[in-house]
């Protein structure tokens, strides 16, 4: 079955960075890296042309050789640190443990990606304050929430206060920002998910097709392939709508990404998401909806829909379960 992707993500090499929450053991490996073929990477942006599919190309750390280089100019691209100088325009992929960035220079720009792990969380505000004048939006993206518990939940809510009085003073300053999880839940009135599955796929450097790279990076089986002569062909593709997701479906965290690879690794259901990624949202929510009350008399703010207040972080708290039929054998057993 051919289908028809608004967007699709392609991966230049095996070793192409993370973006998101997921790992790509290939990023550091000492091995050098295996380029999608020329052959395929010209059917590939033939096709896109074709059918109106815009492309962006994930890159590794190594320059890519001409013959790959040379096709993608003026498609977009994210790279990560080691390319930052050889990609102005590109999106930028930095690491907790790469700041403060001293080599990055000044951009009003520039959109940059920050991933942060665990121990990455008391410097988060340290981290914001060393990339400011450096970019135009900044994207941060947590590693490792499954292992998260109250103490990090706990821990980031508090860097998220810091980081949205910082904000709001950039804001008064006449030199505002966008901060994913603190603006973009601003300027939505619906949801605005990640889109794997149902806007953009992604194409490994063999021309297998998958939901996102998370998918490839775990070892999942592929959900299609594209092919020179009929394109994008896949089977049925996993369900992957808002219309599938009864949880996601009737909340008001919009800009959660909802993300379908920690939904499938964490709770086993592509469409149901973990305890941790609901609070997460609720958290950044929660600072959105004071930061947008701190600055309601400053333009554009001040025409912006307010968000209410909730009672929940979890929104499994509002739902009405069914009372548990009596088991005397199981109760004695609680």
Not at 83 to 105: H, M, N, Q, S
Not at 119 to 130: G, M, S, V
Not at 137 to 158: D, K, N, Q
Not at 234 to 250: E, Q, Y
Request: glycine share 6%; net charge neutral; proline share 8%.
């Amino acid at each position: 079955m051919r289908v028809f992707p608004h967007h699709a993500i392609v991966l230049l090499e095996d070793g192409a960075v993370s973006f998101c929450h997921y790992e790509n053991p290939r990023c550091h490996a000492a091995a050098p890296p295996q380029w999608m073929a020329e052959a395929l990477l010209s059917a590939l942006l033939k096709r896109a042309q074709r059918e109106e599919i815009s492309l962006t190309f994930l890159m590794g750390k190594t320059p890519p050789p001409p013959r790959l280089e040379k096709p993608i100019q003026g498609h977009a691209k994210i790279v990560p640190a080691a390319l930052a100088a050889r990609y102005p325009e590109a999106i930028l992929v930095l690491d907790g443990e790469d700041g403060p960035f001293p080599t990055l220079k000044a951009s009003s720009e520039r959109i940059v990606i920050l991933r942060l792990a665990r121990h990455d969380l008391p410097r988060c505000t340290a981290l914001f304050e060393a990339l400011t004048g450096k970019f135009r939006r900044l994207s941060l993206h947590l590693t490792g929430i499954e292992y998260y518990g109250e103490a990090e939940l706990a821990l980031y809510a508090g860097e998220l206060e810091k980081m949205a009085r910082r904000l709001a003073l950039l804001c008064r300053a006449g030199s505002p920002v966008e901060v994913n999880v603190l603006t973009d839940r601003m300027m939505l009135s619906q949801m605005r998910n990640c889109g794997a599955g149902t806007e953009h796929l992604t194409v490994a450097p063999d021309g297998r097709l998958y939901l996102c790279p998370g998918f490839l990076a775990d070892g999942a089986a592929p959900v299609g392939r594209f092919d020179a002569e009929q394109g994008f062909v896949a089977g049925p593709v996993p369900r992957a709508d808002l219309k599938s997701a009864p949880i996601c479906s009737r909340c008001d965290a919009f800009h959660c990404k909802r993300c379908l690879y920690l939904n499938e690794r964490m709770t086993l259901e592509r469409n149901i998401p973990s305890e941790q990624q609901c609070a997460l949202a609720h958290i950044e929510r929660e600072a959105s909806r004071q930061l947008l009350n701190e600055l309601g008399t400053l333009e554009p703010f001040r025409r912006m829909a307010r968000i209410p207040e909730l009672t929940y972080r979890d929104p499994l708290e509002c739902i009405d379960l069914p009372p548990r039929a009596s088991d005397p054998a199981t109760d004695a057993m609680l």
